[in-house]
């Protein structure tokens, strides 16, 4: 159905609808909209409005805004690991475009004419603004060139993010050089050497001590200003990326004899490809020791507790925007940057490129905008917000983009799309999710195949079957014709966070992040 009254068509040119960003499209700033983006960690399609869960999962923001704006319940990654994510997401460009493949990369070193979408919004006259975990949250991945404004980054755990030295950096807990210190209450979860992956109500800590709640009190100081220029408002969270550790009252929400376990296909290995099961077993040794210890359920409570926290910060945003100057002229954009595994397919983290990875909750609320059906099912992945915003805003188009604007689904969410959703993990290896399918495509040709509308958990692997080859074939069309190289990791060059500059330690070329 299409949209029915819509307060963005008084705003928003006809030709920018239409998915024109020209200079045509260009609009006055006291026109252009503001736009509020809102970014959770790891979290997977375990949202009420997207069914992921078989249980109860409390996320009655998100929710929320799914009823106001429109919730695409297709909708993917552009890569199952944070990093690459959601400089994809901030770029425009997917991994394969731009060689940023992994969390040991700094985008800025390799890259230093890279155009951010908030660097971008700020070239093009709007204050740009940003809380919490945008970029990923490491040292040098947030250079200053993309801001006017960020708030001081607080971690809740800033002994685990002392630096980078190898003795301190992912070490399991319990072989923790004796030198850096560890709180007395680690593991909390009562599993020893399980890496980050513990959870919890840590001891005497307060809520408002969390560093997610945090960015909270930025955004009400920021909504509280008087602004003259539109704004862009970039905020993320940290959860539920693990550590799972958020206060009492989030796990006492969901008993354990209420938690429902996925249902696990034990031989669900055994159709796919080698570089596939690779995959998989990378995350397998903490799915191995939770089982051991016997804490399953309390881990799958840790993750909902933490998704039910996160869904208060998004509430209290929501909630301060409403009650601003700046509610009926601020798009609002939620996201997160990659789903997670909980023993699906032996696997207990990220990085693969099945549905429990790719899938996350999307919605794109636009002020005034009502719709007599607000459910899109088309598949899209996050490469297409960049110039989806720049067209709503009425920006000059930006060249070079690897997504497709989607104002035509915010107009009317069943409308037709003809891309499907792209999700990278590695090099050469690509999932095609279309609206009944998912394809996926090693880097050594190997290949898998799953029909959604009998397999909603990619069990039964049909690449295999010849009668499914044009289907294959329809799909493969869209795995990018060349991969780019990776670009150099960290170890080439010198940071130092004090100049927000990047040395390379051969040639001595400085970059400066700060430009």
């Excluded at 800033?158 to 210190?181: A, C, H, I, M, T």
């Excluded at 996926?440 to 958990?457: A, M, Q, R, S, V």
């Excluded at 190289?485 to 966070?497: C, G, L, N, R, T």
Aim: proline share 7%; with cysteine.
């Amino acid at each position: 159905m299409r949209l029915i009254k819509t307060g963005f068509c008084s705003l928003v040119t006809a030709g920018s609808i239409c998915g024109c960003t020209g200079p045509s499209a260009e609009k006055p700033a006291s026109e252009k909209y503001n736009v509020l983006i809102f970014t959770v960690d790891d979290m997977r399609d375990y949202a009420g409005f997207l069914n992921g869960y078989a249980g109860k999962v409390y996320t009655p923001n998100m929710d929320r805004l799914a009823a106001q704006g429109v919730a695409f319940t297709n909708a993917h990654v552009t890569a199952t690991v944070s990093c690459p994510s959601r400089n994809a997401f901030l770029t425009g460009l997917r991994p394969s475009t731009s060689g940023l493949y992994n969390n040991g990369q700094w985008w800025k070193a390799a890259l230093p004419d890279i155009v951010t979408m908030p660097q971008y919004f700020k070239n093009n006259g709007y204050y740009s603004a940003g809380a919490g975990k945008v970029f990923h949250h490491t040292p040098g991945n947030n250079p200053p060139c993309s801001w006017d404004e960020f708030q001081d980054q607080v971690f809740d755990d800033p002994w685990y993010f002392q630096d980078w030295s190898p003795e301190k950096y992912w070490l399991d807990f319990g072989y923790r050089d004796p030198k850096v210190p560890m709180p007395d209450w680690k593991p909390l979860n009562g599993i020893p050497k399980i890496g980050n992956n513990d959870w919890g109500a840590i001891p005497g800590k307060e809520e408002k001590d969390y560093g997610d709640v945090q960015i909270v009190n930025f955004a009400r100081d920021f909504l509280a200003k008087d602004h003259d220029k539109p704004f862009f408002l970039a905020m993320g969270t940290y959860r539920p990326h693990v550590p799972l550790h958020v206060p009492q009252k989030y796990f006492d929400m969901y008993p354990l004899d209420s938690i429902v376990l996925p249902v696990i296909k034990e031989d669900d290995l055994d159709d796919v490809p080698a570089e596939g099961k690779k995959l998989a077993m990378e995350g397998n040794n903490v799915f191995v020791k939770i089982k051991e210890y016997g804490k399953y359920k309390d881990a799958l409570q840790a993750y909902l507790a933490c998704i039910t926290f996160a869904d208060a910060q998004l509430g209290a945003v929501l909630d301060l925007l409403e009650k601003s100057k700046y509610a009926d002229n601020t798009i609002v954009v939620f996201w997160s940057d990659h789903g997670w595994h909980h023993g699906t397919k032996q696997h207990w983290a990220k990085q693969t490129l099945w549905e429990e990875c790719t899938r996350i909750p999307f919605i794109i609320k636009i002020p005034g905008a009502k719709y007599s059906d607000n459910i899109c099912t088309r598949p899209v992945d996050m490469v297409n917000v960049f110039p989806t915003l720049v067209s709503l805003c009425g920006l000059p188009s930006m060249e070079g983009l690897d997504g497709h604007d989607m104002t035509p689904l915010l107009e009317n969410p069943q409308a037709k799309w003809e891309y499907p959703a792209i999700t990278e993990i590695k090099v050469g290896n690509v999932a095609v999710r279309t609206e009944n399918w998912r394809y996926i495509h090693y880097f050594d040709g190997t290949e898998e195949l799953y029909d959604k509308t009998t397999d909603p958990n990619d069990w039964y692997n049909l690449a295999g079957d010849e009668k499914y080859r044009d289907i294959i074939e329809s799909h493969k069309k869209w795995i990018p014709a060349s991969f780019a190289k990776p670009v150099p990791s960290k170890e080439k060059y010198y940071f130092d966070p004090g100049t927000y500059t990047y040395m390379d330690r051969k040639t001595g070329v400085m970059i400066d992040g700060r430009k």
